[in-house]
């Protein structure tokens, strides 16, 4: 089975930076799609950044010029590096990944990292 392993959330003040991890272990392969999501209290699901096999980025509005996605294809990890952090970026982050496994081509989430930016 595949599992997806976050890293690198915390508390930080406005201003700061943080870089997320999330790292895919199991008999996943030929990875396609690696992307950031993150879910506010009382707030739906959104997609934060995505990185193709490609290298093609793409990335929110209100994140553009402030978060940088990247990907290191041999240890099947995706990164989310987070500059100029705002308070409205609070949030859970999720990491998803797209390749293929037993179960065909497929998706997997990794557990929430939480980022808190304090004012």
């Known amino acids: 089975q595949v599992q997806l392993v976050e890293s690198g959330g915390g508390l930080v003040q406005a201003g700061g930076s943080l870089r997320l991890s999330c790292v895919a272990s199991?008999?996943?392969?030929?990875?396609?799609?690696m992307a950031w999501y993150r879910q506010a209290p009382g707030k739906q699901r959104e997609l934060v950044a995505a990185?193709?096999?490609?290298?093609?980025?793409n990335y929110a509005e209100s994140v553009k010029g402030r978060f940088t996605i990247s990907r290191d294809n041999a240890k099947n990890t995706v990164y989310l590096q987070m500059n100029s952090l705002k308070p409205e970026d609070t949030a859970v982050y999720y990491c998803?990944?797209?390749?293929?496994?037993?179960?065909?081509?497929?998706?997997?989430w990794g557990q929430g990292a939480q980022v808190t930016v304090s004012s």
């Open positions: 998803n990944i797209a390749g293929f496994s037993g179960s065909g081509y497929r998706d997997y």
């Open positions: 199991g008999s996943i392969f030929m990875i396609n799609r």
């Open positions: 990185i193709t096999s490609g290298g093609t980025t």
